[in-house]
């Protein structure tokens, strides 16, 4: 679920792996290891979802809701 999800983000925003790795505090080779299914750490759950303005209850599939809560 959350692969999937990051990855749509990703997708949708045009941008690598390695893009997306340097924004949110990753080497490439660990935002690709998130993307393939390992769970993220809690630290790198909140930047990539910092970073894609989305809730992490959302990435995490606990809601459809996608907004985060403000």
């Known amino acids: 679920m959350f692969a999937e ?6 997708n949708e925003r045009h941008l690598t792996q390695a ?3 340097e924004q949110v505090g990753l080497s490439v080779r660990g935002y690709q290891d998130l993307e393939l299914g390992a769970k ?9 979802a ?3 303005e989305v809730s992490v209850d959302w ?5 459809e ?3 985060l809560a403000r």
């Open 65 to 67: 809701n996608r907004l």
């Open 5 to 10: 999800k990051i990855r749509l983000l990703r």
């Open 50 to 52: 910092d970073f894609y």
């Open 19 to 21: 893009d997306v790795a």
């Open 59 to 63: 990435l995490m599939g606990r809601t």
């Open 40 to 48: 993220p750490r809690y630290d790198a759950l909140l930047r990539i």
